[in-house]
T-cell receptor, first 114, second 111 residues
Framework: NAGVTQTPKFRVLKTGQSMTLLCAQDMNHEYMYWYRQDPGMGLRLIHYSVGEGTTAKGEVPDGYNVSRLKKQNFLLGLESAAPSQTSVYFC?????????????FGPGTRLLVL | SQQGEEDPQALSIQEGENATMNCSYKTSINNLQWYRQNSGRGLVHLILIRSNEREKHSGRLRVTLDTSKKSSSLLITASRAADTASYFCATDASGAQKLVFGQGTRLTINP
């Protein structure tokens, strides 16, 4: 049981480049989340999904897009990276949201935008 | 905007002492959770307390919840060096499908 995995672990981008972060979970969880964490800060929710084929905006969605084509995968895309998107990105999943709100986190992806 | 606020922002104690950190939130909640984050790692769930509970224990952890004051506290007894980490509270409101995290307390246990 790998839990929640994230690919890649670290990436350097130039301003304007695009990339996709992949999150995969093997726990058959319905809900998946993408957060960003900046130094000394808590987590801010970017987008989330309550099931395959659904997505919703979180607190800081601008500049990001997401897709949940398969239940086990949740992709986060940056179409045109900006230095303000330098951060650590965490993916998480939970079984059923409000009824089972405990979230399980991946190890994170460190992104540096130059 | 983040709902939870942790206090203190940083705490440094000697090994063996107890560590207490607090969380305040703004709106009515269903549950409150505490998570731990070791440096450079993802968050790990520690304990969940529901809005109709006042106190909960798990090993060396004790969590209290006061819904009238919209606050919670996490007590770690007999601290160990391995407890050095950041601790976050997270709340979910009724009907909400997501958690709102506080900014965290950075705990350092000195040997």
């Amino acid at each position: 049981n790998a839990g929640v995995t994230q690919t890649p672990k670290f990436r350097v981008l130039k301003t304007g480049q695009s990339m996709t972060l992949l999150c995969a979970q093997d726990m058959n969880h319905e809900y998946m989340y993408w957060y960003r964490q900046d130094p000394g800060m808590g987590l801010r929710l970017i987008h989330y999904s309550v099931g395959e084929g659904t997505t919703a905006k979180g607190e800081v969605p601008d500049g990001y897009n997401v897709s949940r084509l398969k239940k086990q995968n949740f992709l986060l895309g940056l179409e045109s990276a900006a230095p303000s998107q330098t951060s650590v990105y965490f993916c998480a999943s939970s079984l059923f949201g409000g009824q089972a709100p405990t979230q399980y986190f991946g190890p994170g992806t460190r992104l540096l935008v130059l | 905007s983040q709902q939870g606020e942790e206090d203190p922002q940083a705490l440094s104690i000697q090994e063996g002492e107890n560590a207490t950190m607090n969380c305040s939130y703004k709106t009515s909640i269903n549950n409150l959770q505490w998570y731990r984050q070791n440096s450079g790692r993802g968050l790990v769930h520690l304990i969940l307390i529901r809005s109709n509970e006042r106190e909960k224990h798990s090993g060396r952890l004790r969590v209290t919840l006061d819904t009238s004051k919209k606050s919670s506290s996490l007590l770690i007894t007999a601290s160990r060096a391995a407890d050095t980490a950041s601790y976050f509270c997270a709340t979910d409101a009724s009907g909400a499908q997501k958690l709102v995290f506080g900014q965290g307390t950075r705990l350092t246990i000195n040997p």
